[in-house]
């Protein structure tokens, strides 16, 4: 899994075009759907990132892919 | 020890996605449905509060049984129309049950049914008493925002009754528990910036929905260890009826076939501690809840707090 499928995975959940999306920039990223967005990225993951608390507050590409950089989950 | 009935009651206005579009133009209802799983939502009129719920669903379900047979009243709410005296005391005497009938409130949510069924079990077990009454009645509804987002296209206002009773065939047990108190900012109560002196409900999503990710499997691998049983002995599973993306993520997590995974949510929305005992009842109805099966409860959420046990029936 790298960035490129992260990216995939919030644009398609979130349903938005932009290339490097943030919550700031994209109205409908809102806390309901964060929480769409964080079991579509567990699922990605089979389950690993339950123990990964930092993504409830990783609302941009950018903080999700270095949260997960971080716990050694993208390649 | 069994449950011997079950009954309950919904909130009289009925909020379709309509409704809910009505108020909020912007809100893409098709997406929200799919995540929530709730295309029905039921509020509490203006005329009813958790208790007058709580009375229509207990009177519903003695009809059918002698009242000066109760010996107990766990009454499960977080919107108790009285803090002084206890709410149970009230529901207690409009339900005409005996004076000899112990009655307490007890303030859990989505967890409420299994910590009440947990501890009107071990009353009934210590052999003092026969049957107990578990209530549980929440009117979320009268502190959620129209605009609420999170909140509103989830949660339905809602009471539901079931009556234990210490003999006949069946068991209950064994229960397990879990508080997590860090949780309490992120399902609360909060005062309106729209409406100054408002309580209305917040719920922090992603980090209630991150504490059910990590808590929960965890919670059913303990409760079966405690059971000494697998998952492949559970004929049942039943978790509190949060939201279609929390249900999925645990039948997923926890990998249930979905035929053995229990969902009551479309068309009557998430009642907090009744969630349970209302998904049991249409489970009954539907001839799903047949003798000598295995079914796993468990309720978790506000507080955080959790509550499993397994139900022989």
């Keep these: 899994m790298d960035e490129n499928a992260v990216r995939e995975i919030i644009t398609h959940t979130l349903e938005i075009s932009d290339t490097e999306p943030d919550a700031s920039q994209e109205k409908q990223w809102d806390s309901m759907a964060h929480v769409a967005l964080l079991v579509a990225l567990d699922t990605a993951f089979e389950g690993k990132l339950a123990n990964v608390e930092e993504l409830q507050d990783a609302y941009s590409l950018e903080n999700i892919v270095a949260v997960l950089r971080k716990h050694g989950l993208l390649s | ?313």
């Excluded at chain 2, 997590?253 to 479309?266: A, D, G």
């Design chain 2, 1 to 313: 020890m069994r449950i011997l009935d079950i009954e309950y009651c919904l909130g009289r206005q009925q909020e379709s996605d309509g409704s809910l579009k009505a108020d909020n133009p912007t809100w893409d209802m098709q997406s929200l449905t799919e995540k929530t799983g709730v295309r029905v939502r039921h509020i509490a009129g203006a005329d009813e509060t958790a208790l007058s719920l709580a009375v229509k669903a207990g009177d519903r379900l003695l009809s059918r049984f002698d009242r000066e047979s109760i010996d107990g009243l766990v009454y499960v709410t977080q919107s108790p129309d009285s803090t002084i005296p206890a709410t149970a005391c009230l529901l207690h005497q409009q339900l005409r049950l005996p004076g000899k009938a112990f009655a307490f409130d007890l303030n859990q949510g989505c967890s409420g049914f299994v910590y009440g069924l947990g501890v009107a079990a071990s009353l009934l077990e210590l052999g003092q008493m026969e049957r107990s009454l578990i209530i549980c009645a929440e009117t979320y509804g009268k502190y959620i925002e129209k605009g609420d987002r999170t909140c509103r296209p989830i949660f339905s206002d809602g009471a539901s009754a079931v009556l234990l009773g210490k003999s006949g065939k069946g068991s209950i047990g064994p229960f397990i528990y879990q508080t997590d108190g860090t949780g309490a900012p992120n399902l609360t109560l909060k005062k309106s910036a729209q409406n100054p002196g408002k309580d209305v409900l917040f719920m922090d999503g992603p980090r209630v929905l991150m504490f059910t990710m990590s808590a929960v499997p965890k919670a059913v691998v303990h409760l079966l260890q405690r059971a000494n049983m697998s998952i492949d002995d559970i004929d049942l599973f039943l978790f509190h009826q949060a939201s279609r993306v929390v249900l999925d993520n645990i039948r997923r997590s926890v990998n249930i076939p979905e035929e053995r995974f229990i969902r009551c949510l479309e068309d009557v929305g998430n009642t907090v501690s009744s969630t349970i005992p209302i998904a049991l009842r249409k489970a009954m109805d539907a001839g799903e809840m047949r003798n000598g099966l295995n079914v796993l409860l468990m309720g978790f959420g506000v507080g955080y707090s959790l509550a499993g046990c397994i139900l022989r029936t």
